[in-house]
Each structure stands twice: as structure tokens, then as C-alpha cells.
């Protein structure tokens, strides 16, 4: 089991930047990937960015261009560069690491921007 922990969420002017961590508990080498998601109220959970092991990064097209997730294995953390952030972009954000046969989450950092 691993454990994951997000930070760097917060309040922000629309336009603005913020940079979110996801610290695994042990090496992320370990996983075949790992993931940013945002679920606001009332929404079904969607996929923000996504990192392989190889290093593919997969991006919503809502957040292409704005949004860079990036990976430090020597730091088992994965970055969520998020910039020209919109009011649309509020929501709390969860990331996740999975193999296989298994899919661990953290407990998520809210994001707000204001307009």
C-alpha cells in the first residue's frame, strides 16, 4: 500500500498559476504511472494529466497547453504546472498511482480561482 500526498493547492486570481505535488510514500518507479484527476460537485471524476513510467504524458484537452505534469523520481513526487488557470478549473484535485493490478489515491488539494 502506498500512501500519497497532495499540496499546493489554494486560492488564485483567474490567470494565475499554482504548482500541485503528489508525494508517493515509496519509489515511484514502482508504478506504471501516475495521474492528476478533478471531480467538481455534481461531475463525474476526470482525468487532468496522466505520466507513465516511460514518461508518455497524456493530457484533457480543456487543460492542453496550460497544464505540465512532470515527474522526480529522486523525490517520489509528480507536478501538476497548472497556469492561465480559469474559474472553470475549481474543484478539488486527487492524484493516483497504479500498476496492474492496483490503483492507490491521495486525499486530494483544492484548487479555486477566482474570476
Known amino acids: 500500500q502506498v500512501q500519497l500526498v497532495e499540496s499546493g493547492g489554494g486560492l488564485v486570481q483567474a490567470g494565475g498559476s499554482l504548482r500541485l505535488s503528489c508525494r508517493a510514500s515509496?519509489?515511484?518507479?514502482?508504478?506504471?504511472?501516475m495521474g492528476w484527476y478533478r471531480q467538481a460537485p455534481g461531475k463525474q471524476r476526470e482525468l487532468v494529466a496522466d505520466?507513465?513510467?516511460?514518461?508518455?504524458?497524456n493530457y484533457a484537452d480543456s487543460v492542453k497547453g496550460r497544464f505540465t505534469i512532470s515527474r522526480d523520481n529522486a523525490k517520489n513526487t509528480v507536478y501538476l504546472q497548472m497556469n492561465s488557470l480559469k474559474p472553470e478549473d475549481t474543484t478539488v484535485y486527487s492524484c493516483?498511482?497504479?500498476?496492474?493490478?492496483?490503483?492507490?489515491w491521495g486525499q486530494g488539494t483544492q484548487v479555486t480561482v477566482s474570476s
Open positions: 493516483n498511482a497504479y500498476t496492474r493490478g492496483s490503483i492507490s
Open positions: 515509496r519509489t515511484i518507479f514502482s508504478f506504471n504511472g
Open positions: 505520466i507513465t513510467s516511460g514518461g508518455l504524458r
